[in-house]
């Protein structure tokens, strides 16, 4: 068997050949070795195929150097991709993950030790140090937790780590009477 192609967006290695599947375009063909005189061209061939479709149907290919990030704000505040607040177990933590240019690393900040604020900020410029965000330290917000993760973190901080109060969910309107 030939050795393993790259990491090409559409392009799946088979046993005797390389298959481009799109499906997106509902585009799914193979090209075999000994039709294209071997891997090279088969993969010259699926190359310049997948290129062609993408283009007919408008998809553009990420760069082959820019990573993917699989993991979004588990918070749904859209802080930050890649920072997000995991409460379990009795230890809560703010997690950050960054592509080092060859693989993810993750790296947990313990609420508990230091603190709220200090956990968070850890976390963004951890996530900030990977690049690829394209964002500034001082465009982000503090993330206030939810009522949930307010009382989670409550029971678990002591007072001095200093938990925010919870993100307003709702606006609450004037206790007094419409006049009609």
Known sequence: MPPPVAA???????????????????????????????????????T????????????????????TLNSISRTKTGVLPGVFIQIDKGSPYFVAKRHNGTGWEKKLFNIKKLGYEAAFWGAVDFRLE?????????????????????????????????VPLPAPTAKIESESPSPF
């Open 48 to 67: 310049a195929y997948r290129d062609q479709v993408c283009a007919e149907h408008g998809i553009v290919l990420r760069k082959a150097n820019q990573p």
């Open 130 to 162: 990977g690049g690829d965000v394209g964002i500034e330290r001082s465009q982000i917000p503090l993330h206030l937790p939810t009522m949930a993760e307010y009382v989670l973190l409550a029971s678990l901080v002591s007072v001095d780590k200093g």
């Open 8 to 46: 090409t967006p559409y392009i799946i290695q088979l046993k005797n050949g390389l298959m481009v599947r799109i499906n997106k375009a509902e585009v799914r063909k193979e090209f075999y070795d000994h039709h294209h005189g071997g891997r090279d061209g088969a993969l010259i061939a699926a």
